[in-house]
């Protein structure tokens, strides 16, 4: 009786969680939306004459549902906890630093954003780690290596991304402006600064947590998804 009870109270908990991820998922996508609908009445206004920002909001919209296609495709599915932190990251990034513009507004939201994400990738390297690795991936040495490198190559292949929008379009990603020489540098730099300092903390914590318990590795679930029924891995 008891196990029924904490498996029901499980099921309670699981389903509530489920909430607060849907509950996030779309109010991430109607700010996006509505985001992408002012950029559409200024172009129509004309008070607005580059479609970029309209190209934006609609790779933001795409790329909201980057958790959807990797299921659909690989057959894999991330917790709910990774997706939730996914979708909150891409509100503080991309709606409130790109499209509200804190990136301009405030000094240190790129920094705030680039330590942040060095963190979230981080983490997001342990489900690599378990699902690749399995059971094997218990040296805290190993975790370390994987997770900084992991990091930091996404925290390199953004400014890649920056530079090359820049470039190409004539934007203004990497807030240059008309900066020249090592000034111009800057925002680069403590953008790589910033997403290493976080990939550092990340798989320093990673790394001391296998240290003192080796099975913490397996706590980091990616389930598969077969047949409309979605089992773990592991098994």
């Known amino acids: 009786m008891k196990s029924f009870l ?7 908990n699981f389903d509530a969680f489920n909430v607060i991820n849907m509950m996030l998922l779309v109010g991430v996508l ?10 559409i009445v200024d172009l129509a206004n004309g008070t607005q004459t580059s479609m970029m920002p309209l190209v934006q909001r609609i790779i ?5 549902f ?3 296609y990797i299921k659909l495709i690989f057959k894999i599915q991330f917790p709910r906890t990774a997706t939730s932190l996914f979708y909150l990251f891409l509100f503080l990034s991309i709606f409130l630093g790109t499209f ?4 301009t507004k405030l000094w240190w939201w790129d920094i ?3 330590f942040s994400s060095g963190l979230l990738l981080g983490f997001l390297a342990m489900f690599l780690v378990n699902s690749l690795a399995k059971k094997g991936a218990n040296s805290p040495v190993y975790i370390f290596l994987f997770v900084f490198c992991f990091s930091v190559t996404f925290a390199c292949l953004w ?11 004539d934007m203004d990603m990497q807030h ?3 900066l020249v020489g090592q000034n111009a540098l800057f925002d680069t730099m403590f953008d790589m600064i910033s997403g290493t300092i976080g990939a550092i903390i990340s798989a320093l914590c990673c790394s001391l947590l296998t240290y003192k318990d080796k099975n913490f590795v397996l706590q980091f679930h990616v389930t598969k998804v077969k047949k409309n029924k979605i089992s773990e891995i592991e098994e």
Do not use: T, W
């Open 60 to 64: 933001a919209i795409i790329l909201l």
């Open 176 to 178: 240059a402006g008309d």
């Open 30 to 39: 109607v700010a996006f939306i509505i985001s992408a609908v002012f950029c």
């Open 159 to 169: 400014e890649i991304y920056e530079f090359a929008f820049d470039l190409l379009l």
């Open 100 to 103: 509200i513009d804190l990136y």
């Open 6 to 12: 904490k498996r029901r109270q499980k099921e309670r």
């Open 66 to 68: 980057l958790p959807l």
């Open 112 to 114: 705030l954003i680039h």
